[in-house]
């Protein structure tokens, strides 16, 4: 007797990016260029210019690594997806779930970090008008602005 074979469900998902996916990828785009800031005004004072091409030497290394591995778990899983999707592919659920998580988790941090290069950038944009007052309080003393 033949046997009919059921067709499998589409893993396939529609790529679509919306207006506010765009604006979403621009703005974080914008204010994740302190990464690119950074180096000139935090460690090249600090470290020198020897110290500060090896850290980014390092680091290059690091997103080598990482894009590697991203790569290979896209071509290992050729639908769309995400951290999930190929994390579970290849180690099952549990290792997918914490690897979810640490990653929303870095994410969450990162906005904070970035954060700053946005309010560099406005007081770069509007200059005099941003410097009033003082910017914070220590103990019940005011900071004054510089």
């Given at each position: ?19 506010v ?23 090249l ?19 080598l ?17 995400g ?38 950038v ?25």
């Amino acid at each position: 007797m033949k046997t009919i074979s059921q067709p499998e469900p589409s893993q396939e998902l529609d790529r679509y990016l919306s207006p506010v996916d765009v604006w979403a990828i621009a703005f974080g785009c914008a204010v994740g260029w302190g990464a690119f800031v950074m180096p000139g005004t935090t460690f090249l004072p600090i470290a020198g210019p020897a110290g500060t091409l090896i850290s980014m030497l390092i680091s290059a290394v690091f997103i080598l690594i990482l894009g590697t591995n991203f790569a290979y778990l896209m071509q290992r899983n050729p639908g769309t997806g995400g951290v999930y999707s190929y994390i579970k592919e290849v180690f099952g659920r549990d290792h997918a779930f914490l690897c979810s998580w640490f990653l929303c988790l870095s994410y969450l941090t990162i906005v904070f970090l970035n954060g700053t290069a946005l309010f560099f950038v406005i007081r770069t944009m509007l200059t005099d008008a941003v410097r009033a007052g003082p910017h914070y309080t220590v103990a019940g003393s005011q900071l004054p602005t510089t």
